[in-house]
T-cell receptor
Protein backbone atom coordinates (compact mmCIF):
# COMPACT_ATOMS: atom_id res chain seq x y z
CA UNK A 1 0.00 0.00 0.00
CA UNK A 2 1.41 3.35 -1.02
CA UNK A 3 1.92 5.82 1.81
CA UNK A 4 3.24 9.34 1.37
CA UNK A 5 4.87 11.21 4.25
CA UNK A 6 6.04 14.80 4.37
CA UNK A 7 8.55 16.12 6.84
CA UNK A 8 8.55 18.55 8.51
CA UNK A 9 4.87 19.22 9.10
CA UNK A 10 5.61 22.90 9.62
CA UNK A 11 8.59 25.14 9.01
CA UNK A 12 9.34 28.77 9.84
CA UNK A 13 12.36 30.46 8.24
CA UNK A 14 13.65 34.02 7.81
CA UNK A 15 13.40 35.63 4.42
CA UNK A 16 16.26 34.81 2.06
CA UNK A 17 17.00 31.38 3.45
CA UNK A 18 17.33 28.36 1.17
CA UNK A 19 15.18 25.46 2.33
CA UNK A 20 14.35 21.86 1.59
CA UNK A 21 11.01 20.12 1.96
CA UNK A 22 10.90 16.35 2.04
CA UNK A 23 8.47 13.80 0.65
CA UNK A 24 8.80 10.04 1.20
CA UNK A 25 6.81 7.25 -0.41
CA UNK A 26 6.74 3.55 0.39
CA UNK A 27 6.19 2.02 -3.07
CA UNK A 28 8.97 2.98 -5.46
CA UNK A 29 7.02 1.82 -8.55
CA UNK A 30 5.58 5.24 -9.31
CA UNK A 31 4.72 6.90 -12.63
CA UNK A 32 5.53 10.39 -11.44
CA UNK A 33 5.53 12.68 -8.43
CA UNK A 34 3.91 16.09 -8.32
CA UNK A 35 4.48 19.03 -5.98
CA UNK A 36 1.68 21.47 -5.23
CA UNK A 37 1.29 24.72 -3.39
CA UNK A 38 -1.88 25.57 -1.49
CA UNK A 39 -2.73 28.92 0.05
CA UNK A 40 -5.21 28.87 2.96
CA UNK A 41 -8.73 28.04 1.76
CA UNK A 42 -7.62 28.03 -1.85
CA UNK A 43 -7.05 25.44 -4.56
CA UNK A 44 -3.91 23.46 -5.28
CA UNK A 45 -1.48 24.98 -7.74
CA UNK A 46 0.84 22.60 -9.53
CA UNK A 47 4.49 23.53 -9.06
CA UNK A 48 6.48 20.70 -10.60
CA UNK A 49 5.81 17.27 -12.07
CA UNK A 50 8.69 14.79 -12.16
CA UNK A 51 8.25 11.73 -14.35
CA UNK A 52 9.62 8.44 -13.05
CA UNK A 53 12.41 8.53 -15.64
CA UNK A 54 13.60 11.97 -14.51
CA UNK A 55 15.89 12.87 -11.64
CA UNK A 56 14.88 16.49 -11.23
CA UNK A 57 12.82 19.39 -12.49
CA UNK A 58 13.38 23.10 -12.12
CA UNK A 59 11.10 26.11 -12.29
CA UNK A 60 12.49 29.47 -11.28
CA UNK A 61 13.61 29.28 -7.65
CA UNK A 62 12.17 25.80 -7.24
CA UNK A 63 13.99 22.55 -7.84
CA UNK A 64 12.47 19.14 -7.22
CA UNK A 65 14.47 15.94 -7.18
CA UNK A 66 13.33 12.34 -7.29
CA UNK A 67 15.12 9.24 -6.03
CA UNK A 68 12.82 6.30 -6.67
CA UNK A 69 15.17 3.72 -5.20
CA UNK A 70 15.12 5.39 -1.80
CA UNK A 71 11.48 6.48 -2.08
CA UNK A 72 12.26 10.17 -1.65
CA UNK A 73 11.65 13.49 -3.30
CA UNK A 74 12.84 16.89 -2.16
CA UNK A 75 11.60 20.35 -3.06
CA UNK A 76 14.33 22.96 -2.82
CA UNK A 77 13.29 26.60 -2.56
CA UNK A 78 16.06 29.12 -3.11
CA UNK A 79 16.13 32.58 -1.54
CA UNK A 80 12.77 32.21 0.16
CA UNK A 81 10.34 35.15 0.22
CA UNK A 82 7.29 35.95 2.39
CA UNK A 83 5.14 35.22 -0.68
CA UNK A 84 6.33 31.61 -0.53
CA UNK A 85 4.37 31.13 2.69
CA UNK A 86 1.85 28.37 1.98
CA UNK A 87 1.31 24.65 2.41
CA UNK A 88 3.29 22.43 0.05
CA UNK A 89 1.98 18.99 -0.82
CA UNK A 90 3.43 16.12 -2.77
CA UNK A 91 1.36 13.45 -4.53
CA UNK A 92 1.90 10.21 -6.40
CA UNK A 93 -0.55 8.30 -8.60
CA UNK A 94 -1.11 4.82 -7.28
CA UNK A 95 0.54 2.21 -9.50
CA UNK A 96 -1.89 0.06 -11.43
CA UNK A 97 -4.86 2.22 -10.62
CA UNK A 98 -6.38 5.65 -10.78
CA UNK A 99 -6.07 6.85 -7.23
CA UNK A 100 -3.66 9.58 -6.21
CA UNK A 101 -2.06 9.53 -2.81
CA UNK A 102 -1.28 12.87 -1.17
CA UNK A 103 1.05 13.70 1.65
CA UNK A 104 -0.30 15.71 4.57
CA UNK A 105 1.75 18.71 3.50
CA UNK A 106 4.40 21.01 4.96
CA UNK A 107 3.17 24.37 6.17
CA UNK A 108 5.83 26.96 5.39
CA UNK A 109 6.05 30.41 6.93
CA UNK A 110 8.69 32.82 5.64
CA UNK A 111 9.29 35.75 7.97
CA UNK A 112 10.08 39.17 6.53
CA UNK B 1 -6.64 29.09 -20.77
CA UNK B 2 -6.45 25.54 -19.44
CA UNK B 3 -8.61 25.28 -16.38
CA UNK B 4 -10.89 23.25 -14.16
CA UNK B 5 -14.02 25.15 -13.15
CA UNK B 6 -16.16 24.33 -10.15
CA UNK B 7 -19.52 25.79 -9.18
CA UNK B 8 -20.70 26.93 -6.76
CA UNK B 9 -17.61 28.16 -4.96
CA UNK B 10 -19.51 28.64 -1.73
CA UNK B 11 -22.75 27.03 -0.60
CA UNK B 12 -24.69 26.88 2.65
CA UNK B 13 -27.51 24.37 2.70
CA UNK B 14 -29.62 22.38 5.12
CA UNK B 15 -29.64 18.71 5.95
CA UNK B 16 -31.42 16.59 3.35
CA UNK B 17 -31.63 19.14 0.58
CA UNK B 18 -30.14 17.61 -2.55
CA UNK B 19 -27.35 19.54 -4.20
CA UNK B 20 -24.96 19.23 -7.11
CA UNK B 21 -21.48 20.67 -7.43
CA UNK B 22 -20.46 20.97 -11.05
CA UNK B 23 -16.97 20.49 -12.46
CA UNK B 24 -15.85 21.18 -15.99
CA UNK B 25 -12.44 20.99 -17.65
CA UNK B 26 -11.34 22.32 -21.03
CA UNK B 27 -8.19 20.22 -21.51
CA UNK B 28 -9.79 17.11 -23.02
CA UNK B 29 -8.56 15.06 -20.07
CA UNK B 30 -9.75 11.50 -19.68
CA UNK B 31 -9.32 11.40 -15.90
CA UNK B 32 -11.36 13.44 -13.45
CA UNK B 33 -11.63 13.13 -9.70
CA UNK B 34 -13.29 14.61 -6.63
CA UNK B 35 -11.56 15.19 -3.28
CA UNK B 36 -12.58 16.60 0.03
CA UNK B 37 -10.22 18.36 2.36
CA UNK B 38 -10.76 18.56 6.10
CA UNK B 39 -8.49 19.94 8.83
CA UNK B 40 -6.19 17.24 10.14
CA UNK B 41 -7.36 14.70 7.55
CA UNK B 42 -5.75 16.08 4.42
CA UNK B 43 -7.05 15.40 0.94
CA UNK B 44 -9.25 12.34 0.55
CA UNK B 45 -10.50 10.99 -2.73
CA UNK B 46 -14.28 10.61 -3.09
CA UNK B 47 -14.81 9.31 -6.63
CA UNK B 48 -12.89 9.30 -9.85
CA UNK B 49 -13.56 8.68 -13.52
CA UNK B 50 -11.17 7.19 -16.03
CA UNK B 51 -13.28 8.21 -19.02
CA UNK B 52 -16.86 8.80 -20.13
CA UNK B 53 -19.29 6.43 -18.39
CA UNK B 54 -16.45 4.89 -16.32
CA UNK B 55 -16.35 5.80 -12.64
CA UNK B 56 -15.08 4.20 -9.45
CA UNK B 57 -15.08 4.81 -5.72
CA UNK B 58 -12.27 6.52 -3.93
CA UNK B 59 -11.59 6.28 -0.22
CA UNK B 60 -14.66 8.12 1.10
CA UNK B 61 -17.57 7.61 -1.34
CA UNK B 62 -20.41 7.24 1.18
CA UNK B 63 -23.13 9.84 0.71
CA UNK B 64 -21.95 10.93 -2.72
CA UNK B 65 -22.82 10.14 -6.33
CA UNK B 66 -21.12 11.05 -9.58
CA UNK B 67 -21.78 10.73 -13.28
CA UNK B 68 -19.61 11.16 -16.36
CA UNK B 69 -21.86 11.55 -19.37
CA UNK B 70 -19.54 13.93 -21.18
CA UNK B 71 -15.77 14.03 -21.17
CA UNK B 72 -15.54 17.60 -19.91
CA UNK B 73 -18.03 17.38 -17.03
CA UNK B 74 -17.97 15.44 -13.77
CA UNK B 75 -20.65 16.60 -11.33
CA UNK B 76 -20.67 15.60 -7.66
CA UNK B 77 -24.12 14.90 -6.25
CA UNK B 78 -25.10 14.90 -2.59
CA UNK B 79 -28.54 13.27 -2.54
CA UNK B 80 -29.22 13.95 1.14
CA UNK B 81 -26.47 16.10 2.61
CA UNK B 82 -25.57 15.78 6.28
CA UNK B 83 -23.46 18.05 8.53
CA UNK B 84 -20.50 15.65 8.32
CA UNK B 85 -20.27 16.50 4.63
CA UNK B 86 -19.36 20.07 5.50
CA UNK B 87 -15.99 20.40 3.82
CA UNK B 88 -13.86 21.98 1.12
CA UNK B 89 -14.30 20.06 -2.14
CA UNK B 90 -11.90 19.95 -5.06
CA UNK B 91 -12.26 18.64 -8.57
CA UNK B 92 -9.18 17.67 -10.58
CA UNK B 93 -8.35 16.32 -14.01
CA UNK B 94 -5.39 14.83 -15.87
CA UNK B 95 -4.40 12.77 -18.87
CA UNK B 96 -4.18 9.01 -18.52
CA UNK B 97 -1.73 6.42 -19.75
CA UNK B 98 -0.36 3.06 -18.70
CA UNK B 99 -3.64 2.34 -16.96
CA UNK B 100 -3.32 5.20 -14.53
CA UNK B 101 -3.62 8.96 -14.23
CA UNK B 102 -0.06 9.58 -15.29
CA UNK B 103 -0.37 13.17 -16.33
CA UNK B 104 -0.15 16.38 -14.38
CA UNK B 105 -3.11 16.89 -12.08
CA UNK B 106 -4.96 20.19 -12.49
CA UNK B 107 -7.23 21.35 -9.69
CA UNK B 108 -10.25 23.59 -9.54
CA UNK B 109 -10.45 26.48 -7.09
CA UNK B 110 -12.55 24.50 -4.64
CA UNK B 111 -16.13 24.58 -3.38
CA UNK B 112 -16.73 25.29 0.28
CA UNK B 113 -19.87 23.51 1.40
CA UNK B 114 -21.61 24.01 4.74
CA UNK B 115 -24.48 21.72 5.71
CA UNK B 116 -26.57 22.96 8.64
Amino acid sequence: KQEVTQIPAALSVPEGENLVLNCSFTDSAIYNLQWFRQDPGKGLTSLLLIQSSQREQTSGRLNASLDKSSGRSTLYIAASQPGDSATYLCAVPKTGGFKTIFGAGTRLFVKA
Amino acid sequence: EAQVTQNPRYLITVTGKKLTVTCSQNMNHEYMSWYRQDPGLGLRQIYYSMNVEVTDKGDVPEGYKVSRKEKRNFPLILESPSPNQTSLYFCASSRTGQGANTGELFFGEGSRLTVL
